[in-house]
């Protein structure tokens, strides 16, 4: 477990970061919260909570949030990388079964299992980028949006992405379909907060556009 390393993009999560560690460090050693730009006291209060934290003075994205934390877990000597969300969406639990998963692919997708608590806009979202996926890149993915995912470190060249946004998961689920990279899925438990963050409709359509020029560039 010393060789797996846990990295958390954190935006304005005060609230929820605390618990979210506690409950990592049931599963995990290496905890890395990236504090992308936060006005609140997220690096303050993960830094209590026992996770190493790194941070940038203003906010860049997710995707910018993510390359900085993998590339430090990296340099650090991680051969296993687990990402997850900063506000309590992702249950740390899962994290054994994304690190097991590993033993047979490069790299391992969550899926969120579909319930009456999913909002409208992810429910048919989702299923459009998984279309618009299997179309372009020849790959099944159920849920291209889900954050909860997990690679070896020694893949990390080839799934890297540019985007600073969220429409990282996209390129890195494009990338490693341009890479044939053994990937694996499993399903996770989501809880949804009453107020909805995270991909819009905008967000969607831009996924998409990006994923034809993926296909068309590289």
Known sequence: MNKVW????????????GKVIKETKKFANNILVVDDGSQD???????KSGAFVLKHIVNLGKGAALKTGCEYAIKKGAEKIV???ADGQHDPKEIPNFIKALNK??????????????????????????????????????????G???FKSDEY????????DYSMESEMVANTGKA????GQIPIET????????????????????????????
């Not at 009453?194 to 996924?207: L, S």
């Open 180 to 183: 044939h990279l053994k990937y």
């Open 41 to 47: 006291k997220t690096s303050f209060v993960a830094e």
């Open 105 to 146: 692919a490069d790299i391992v997708f969550g899926y969120r299992r579909l319930n009456r608590n999913m909002p409208f806009v992810l429910r048919y979202g989702n299923w459009f980028i998984f279309f618009m996926t299997k179309l372009l890149f020849g790959l099944k993915i159920v849920d291209t949006q889900c």
């Open 83 to 85: 990402v997850l969300d």
């Open 191 to 218: 809880i949804y907060s009453d107020k909805y963050k995270g991909t819009t409709v905008i967000d969607g359509i831009r996924i998409v556009l990006n994923m034809v020029w993926w296909r068309l560039s590289r």
């Open 6 to 17: 846990i990295v958390i993009p954190a935006h304005n999560e005060e609230k929820h970061i």
């Open 148 to 150: 909860y995912r997990a």
């Open 157 to 164: 060249n080839k799934i890297k992405w540019d985007a600073q």
